[in-house]
């Protein structure tokens, strides 16, 4: 008995649903931002409130040109932004997407680690 299905119809549906190879390539480079538990400490802690290089830094215990570095790739994949005062620059959440990326990985993982219970 082989029942054989017809699936071409699902196919097309999902063929024109599929965003392009361009915007899946970004979306999953956007994703090995978040790779990063450095990156992620930096942007828990914007979430919580703007804060100055110095400041990262000794939150984190780690060097200023460290923190640096990892807020230069947020800030490329605009992920954080920047804002002068006087001589301080202070870096914040570029928008409330990137809120909503953490809090929904943070779900992810409670509800995963309550019904593994």
Not at 25 to 40: E, H, M, Q, S
Not at 41 to 67: D, N, Y
Not at 94 to 103: C, G, M, P, Q, R
């Amino acid at each position: 008995m082989n029942h054989k299905h017809n699936h071409e119809e699902l196919l097309e549906h999902v063929r024109t649903e599929l965003p392009t190879d361009e915007l899946l390539c970004d979306l999953a480079d956007l994703y090995k931002i978040f790779g990063d538990t450095t990156r992620v400490k930096i942007l828990f802690a914007l979430a919580k409130s703007e804060m100055c290089v110095c400041a990262i830094a000794e939150l984190l215990g780690m060097t200023q040109p460290a923190i640096s570095h990892q807020l230069k790739i947020l800030k490329d994949s605009n992920l954080v932004g920047n804002r002068r005062d006087g001589k301080t620059i202070y870096y914040f959440l570029a928008d409330d997407h990137v809120t909503t990326i953490i809090a929904n990985g943070f779900e992810h993982l409670i509800e995963e680690r309550n019904n593994s219970k």
